[in-house]
């Protein structure tokens, strides 16, 4: 990722609102998906869900009655709110992590009246609409927005260092979208950012029957199915490529013993796609070929135990200062400390 830091941190024309603009360029872009396209299993990574669209699906996808993720949280953060706000200190910031519509942070900052909040999304014009409404929601909360890849170390403006205590926010299960061993080193570089007296508030989606997991993913709308082409409308739209969304079908299943929901687009015939784009590297181009049934695996949600996401955890520098469950342990919210 180049990049030189002055340039990105802008004073939005919103009141009031710094931005710091780290958004990922279309080179990254083009190489990371001609590289996820060329394996032998093909990949897209799930960040490129979110263009504004797909980021109007995914809060769409959170009102499902299959997707009972974001209900269940939302229940916990109501519930809890009082005593997270009793673990972190007076003049504390609040980064979240994949901030969204900012909506589940608006149950906490009532509670927690943060210093600043620092909304962290791959989704610019999104993030920014998002951070505006909070802002004439909340006129005395001061809001540092950041568009960024917070899947790549993230390395945040001078002006965002501060002694105050950092807590670290990353809902709705959004961890799963790392291989257990990437979600250690992702969480470990959180750690470094939120620094020895920082924590974290963390949603995560537990273990349960295929059948619910399935179904939260394979919704009778077909939210999902439209959420998951929309990453081909986004690459066609910010590559310039031909991806023929009719040529594909959604599937989502659940790997028991990978401990994941996998969702994949299957080609439905043998097709020829072309990548290239003559604006970009001097127009490096390939031809993708796919066969009849073969699939682009477009995101992992891993699903984890208690014990499992503690030792995960752990692993990566924190310790386990509070958990809190719905009676059904479907999901788990961990209030976490850095060691
Ligand atoms: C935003 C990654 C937590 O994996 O449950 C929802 C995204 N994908 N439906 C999840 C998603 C399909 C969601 N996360």
């Known amino acids: 990722m180049n990049f030189n830091q002055q340039s990105f941190i802008k004073k939005s024309s919103r009141k009031g609102l710094r931005f710091f603009d780290n958004q990922p360029v279309a080179e990254d872009i083009l190489s990371e998906v001609i590289a996820g396209l060329s394996q032998p299993q093909k990949v897209l990574p799930a960040k490129y869900f979110y263009d504004e669209q797909g980021s109007r699906l995914f809060e769409a996808i959170t009102q499902l009655p299959e997707y009972y993720p974001t209900r269940i949280e939302i229940d916990l953060l109501r519930q809890h709110k009082e005593s997270i706000a009793k673990l972190v200190k007076d003049d504390v910031w609040l980064l979240e992590y994949g901030s969204g519509a900012s909506l589940k942070i608006r149950l906490l900052l009532q509670a927690i009246r943060p210093n600043c909040y620092v909304p962290m999304d791959i ?22 927005a950041a568009c960024v890849d917070y899947s790549q170390p993230v390395r945040l403006p001078a002006d965002m260092i501060t002694s105050a205590q950092k807590l670290g926010f990353f809902p709705g299960s ?30 995560v ?28 409308h986004h690459i066609n739209r910010i590559l310039g490529t031909q991806f023929n969304v009719n040529y594909f079908e959604h599937k989502a299943i659940y790997s028991e013993n990978k401990s994941r929901i ?10 020829i796609v072309n990548i290239s784009d003559s604006s970009i590297n001097g127009g ?12 682009i695996h477009t995101e992992n949600s891993y699903k984890y135990s208690k014990q499992s996401f503690i030792d995960l ?23 976490l400390h850095c060691c």
Not at 176 to 185: D, L, R, S, V
Not at 214 to 229: G, I, K, M, R, S
């Open 205 to 232: 989606d537990l273990q349960k029957d295929k059948h619910i997991l399935e179904a939260a993913y394979n919704d009778c709308q077909n939210v999902t199915a439209a959420f998951n082409f929309n990453i081909l």
């Open 313 to 335: 955890v752990e692993g990566a520098g924190f310790e386990v200062r509070e958990c809190w469950s719905d009676d059904k342990e479907y999901f788990a919210m961990f209030y």
């Open 174 to 203: 959004s961890i799963g979208n790392f291989a257990p061993h990437e979600a250690q080193i992702f969480l470990q570089g959180v750690r470094n950012t939120l620094g020895k007296d920082g924590a974290m508030l963390i949603g």
């Open 123 to 144: 989704s610019k014009d999104f993030l920014l609409a998002s951070a505006e409404s909070l802002m004439e929601d909340y006129p005395w909360l001061d809001v540092y």
């Open 284 to 295: 490096e181009s390939k031809n993708i070929i796919f066969k009849a049934g073969e699939t």
């Open 262 to 271: 996998e969702m994949h687009l299957v080609s439905t015939m043998d097709q």
